[in-house]
């Protein structure tokens, strides 16, 4: 009976041993690996469609290449650049896409005449606003659309920030009914600028640092660009008298970050960790910034001479109309366009249900 107990200890321990040992072993395997990835560094380019270090959007770059640079203890160094710096504003897809940068900042809808379906992922005339958005992306399923219809162009994309709900833009006459849009150029991107040529105007894509001097020379009549904290910033008070709103073509629009495919695929998953974690603060700190800034720049608009208008009713109604038709167009002509509307809709439907008895019904009680 001792023996056998002696025994039965024996080999007890004997194992236990051995299990102590193979796991140390397992452990210094993978310290080792671990110590390798922490050894290894990465410098990368990030360009952007915006002029350097502007107000929110070309701040949100800067502000993600120092986290990543802390988070990571300087294991990734990002280099942000402006929009001409290495590649102008509008070719900052086709440079991540084929890796002259690994990253690049800017807006989805910029890459319309590539993707018909990629407004989605910055904003929908009369579709969702920023908190709503910030719910598709990261918890209904938007994420993984957006990647899907950005995988064969070999990019990784991820949320980079949201202005919160823009202005309508910036004119030089009034708008009393739809025929005033007739003739008008404007600069006035994505699917918002698909309603305007319906409403019998014509949409112009640009880049925001050839605004100005587009409205001030008269190559367009009109233009949107965002919200009073960067309208101020570029100045367009100087060149146009009546600031429309609210922002029907851009209700809740989300910058992107987009990540060449390869470089993201040689990220240790930490790295990987810390970019998405960096790429999830901007995303809210430039809203937060916005919804800080921008009464105050609006003052300062006003103060300047700007005359602040409301879109009229009649005006609005006949817009969220074209924006029906415009949807309903694109659904039928692109597959992707239709998967994604399919996912969009169902959500936006359930949020708008439950926002009538949330943030409308508290609006409605706060201001009265
Ligand atoms: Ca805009």
């Not at 600069?187 to 949409?203: D, K, N, Q, Y």
């Not at 112009?204 to 919200?227: C, H, K, R």
């Not at 960790?273 to 800034?293: F, G, H, P």
């Not at 994604?340 to 943030?359: C, F, G, L």
Request: charged share 20%; with cysteine.
């Amino acid at each position: 009976m001792t023996i056998s107990v002696r025994t039965f200890l024996s080999v007890v321990l004997s194992t236990a041993l051995i299990i102590i040992l193979s796991a140390c072993g397992g452990s210094d395997n993978s310290s080792t690996q671990g110590a390798a990835a922490e050894q290894q560094t990465f410098k990368w380019k990030l360009v952007t469609t915006w002029p350097k270090n502007f107000p929110g959007l070309g701040v949100a770059p800067e502000n993600f290449a120092t986290l990543v640079d802390r988070m990571s203890n300087g294991r990734l160094k990002v280099k942000v650049y402006a929009a001409g710096e290495i590649v102008p504003a509008l070719e900052v897809f086709s440079a991540v896409s084929s890796g002259t940068a690994e990253m690049g900042h800017g807006a989805a809808y910029y890459w319309k005449g590539k993707i018909p379906a990629a407004p989605f992922f910055t904003s929908v005339p009369f579709g969702l606003n920023a908190q709503e958005m910030n719910g598709w992306l990261h918890h209904g399923g938007g994420l993984e659309l957006w990647r899907e219809l950005y995988a064969p162009f070999n990019l990784v994309p991820m949320a980079g920030g949201n202005t919160g709900i823009q202005m309508g833009g910036w004119f030089n006459k009034e708008l009393n009914s739809i025929d005033d849009f007739k003739g008008l150029k404007m600069r006035i991107p994505g699917l918002g600028g698909e309603v305007f040529t319906r409403a019998g105007g014509t949409a112009v894509n640009m880049p925001g640092g050839e605004i100005f001097t587009s409205l001030q020379t008269g190559v367009i009549d009109a233009a949107e660009w965002v919200a009073p904290y960067n309208d101020l910033a570029f100045g367009f008070h100087n060149v146009a008298k009546y600031y429309y709103y609210p922002g029907w073509q851009e209700p809740g629009p989300t910058l992107e970050l987009i990540i060449n495919k390869s470089a993201y695929d040689s990220l240790p998953d930490d790295l990987v960790a810390i970019v998405e974690a960096a790429a999830r603060t901007i995303n809210q700190d430039m809203l937060d910034k916005y919804t800080s800034r921008n009464n105050a720049a609006l003052i300062e608009l006003e103060k300047s001479g700007v005359e602040l208008r409301r879109y009229p009713d009649e005006v609005i109604k006949r817009l969220r109309e074209t924006a029906q038709q415009v949807m309903a167009e694109n659904v039928a002509n692109d597959a992707m366009f239709k998967k994604i509307y399919t996912s969009y809709d169902a959500y936006r439907q359930q949020v708008i249900a439950y926002h009538k008895i949330s943030e409308e019904a508290y609006f409605d009680i706060r201001n009265d």
